[in-house]
């Protein structure tokens, strides 16, 4: 599975957009690129999953240029809520019984 | 159910004890899987299930721990002479498919052991 990197922590303010981008020069041709979002003492839940170019749902956008060596994921006018841990993850989401590969995830603190 | 449902949430051992730690996952979902999560790490990978078939269990740290699903609904960890390196909160997630990343987790059972 290709590794991701992304950066450890981020802090931002209500009303602000966030940005968070995962390096993962390795991504193979069957990988998709996809985002969980983890609250303390919960489970990751799932955000956003994407292959190329840009993908937008009520939550979030994903952006992936032409090479797919990175992806960035944007959380419009984030709230307090939205503190959390997201991870990136890159797999070939075809194959059966893919486990996932959690990285360290970058701490996202939104302060008021 | 609505949602993966992990129990017993808090689960304190002591050292040599063995536990058992319980997932149900959503009805009808043909994939189980078994992640650790250490204290301010990402989820670690221990074990999948395909209905009551373990087809990976590459991620288990040791032969005490042990992971079944006889029916291809429930599933348990067990992990047998707890030690205190095995304290971290163990997750399940399950999917109605092979592939893909449609996972659904539950909240997690913290195991600490004393």
């Known amino acids: 599975l290709a590794k991701t990197t992304q950066p450890i922590s981020m802090d931002s303010y209500e009303g602000q957009e966030v940005n968070i981008t995962c390096s993962h020069n390795n991504i193979a041709t069957n990988d998709y690129i996809t985002w969980y979002q983890q609250f303390p003492s919960q489970g990751p839940r799932f955000i956003i999953q994407g292959y190329k170019t840009k993908v937008t749902n009520e939550v979030a956008s994903l952006f992936i240029p032409a090479d797919r060596k990175s992806s960035t994921l944007s959380l419009p006018r984030v709230s307090l809520s939205d503190t959390a841990v997201y991870y990136c993850l890159v797999g070939d989401i075809g194959a059966a019984g893919n486990k996932l590969t959690f990285g360290g995830g970058t701490r996202v603190l939104v302060k008021p | 159910g609505a949602g993966v449902s992990q129990s017993p949430r808090y689960k304190v051992a002591k050292r040599g004890q063995d536990v058992a730690l319980r997932c149900d996952p959503i009805?009808?979902?043909?994939?189980l899987f078994w992640y650790q999560q250490a204290l301010g790490q990402g989820p670690e990978f221990l074990t999948y299930?395909?209905?009551?078939?373990?087809?990976?269990k590459s991620g288990l740290p040791s032969d005490r721990f042990f992971a079944e699903r006889p029916e291809g609904s429930v599933s348990t960890l067990k992990i047998q002479r707890t030690q205190q390196e095995d304290s971290a909160v163990y997750l399940c997630a399950s999917s109605s498919r092979e592939g893909g990343y449609g996972y659904t987790f539950g909240s997690g059972t913290r195991l600490t052991v004393v």
């Open positions: 299930f395909q209905n009551e078939a373990q087809l990976d």
């Open positions: 009805s009808g979902h043909v994939s």
